[in-house]
């Protein structure tokens, strides 16, 4: 009855004699303050479930609903439509989800390009602390390798070659990776003389026990086969070897000791190999 007292109502009106279609609009709820346009024209606010007609020209009408939250969020009702004269048709306002105002989208770009500017930041500053671990553990590990190369391990000597030749945390430096080289080359033989020395060593240890056995008592079979245990000229190349100080002690030590356990045997066979180790030959 309201809407067609307010239909009643509005022919009797001025504008009823331009217009020839009639749309009503229903405000539901949550609607209160919202501003209705038509084709973007204010026509009034919604109030609590009110229906309002508005008289238009018969066509194709955009009917908009806002409710403004604050200065960066609303809620917007949007519904197109196409009148025909004579034919009045109802639009149901029900707000959706709020959306961003110009001002809002303007803000939420704004965010998100300091966000972009902050993650770049960030990743700068990754990156960076990555590069300074990355050239702190490069010198600790050239240091390690100088360090090692000067005490004589001759893999760090080669890295150390290496490492000239690339230019590899060092200016690139031909006569210090020849150096170098060199130096990895001499060691290399040092350690090779030094372990057949020690291998000697072992081998005229293993010959004294074959000789004394458990009872120091030698066997008079074990003394005539005893020189072919170890090859004279081996032991030859073993006295001529350089050694450090260090293994020199060592070896000595050893060798007196075996020089003092061969001297009750001496008279058996002064020649055999382990009496003329024992007599220093």
Request: net charge negative.
């Amino acid at each position: 009855m309201k809407f067609f007292a307010s239909l009643l109502l509005a022919v009797v009106t001025p504008a009823a004699y331009a217009a020839d279609s009639l749309v009503r609009i229903d405000c539901l709820d949550e609607t209160d303050g919202a501003a209705v346009y038509l084709d973007g024209e204010y026509q009034f606010d919604c109030e609590p479930f009110a229906k309002r007609p508005i008289l238009t020209q018969a066509g194709e009408h955009e009917v908009t609903v806002v409710k403004p939250l604050d200065r960066e969020y609303e809620r917007v009702f949007t519904q197109t439509l196409e009148l025909r004269a004579g034919e009045p048709q109802r639009v149901r306002v029900s707000l959706p989800a709020r959306t961003l105002t110009a001002y809002g989208r303007e803000q939420e770009a704004l965010r998100r390009e300091q966000a972009r500017i902050a993650a770049e930041k960030a990743e700068q500053e990754r990156q960076e602390r990555a590069r300074l671990a990355a050239e702190a553990a490069a010198r600790e590990a050239l240091e390690q390798d100088l360090a090692l190369a000067r005490q004589g391990q001759v893999a760090a000597m080669q890295r150390m070659a290496e490492r000239y030749d690339k230019g590899d945390g060092v200016e690139q430096d031909p006569d210090q990776a020849s150096h170098w080289r060199e130096q990895y080359r001499r060691q290399q033989e040092i350690n090779r003389l030094e372990a057949s020395r020690m291998e000697y060593l072992d081998m005229t240890k293993s010959a004294l026990m074959a000789i004394y056995g458990d009872d120091g008592e030698p066997s008079f079979t074990v003394i005539m086969v005893a020189p072919t245990l170890v090859a004279p000229t081996f032991f030859a190349e073993v006295l001529s070897s350089p050694v450090t100080t260090t293994q020199n002690m060592m070896v000595d030590s050893d060798i007196e000791a075996l020089r003092q356990q061969a001297h009750a045997t001496r008279w058996a066979n002064p020649q055999a190999l382990v009496a003329r180790v024992a007599d220093g030959h």
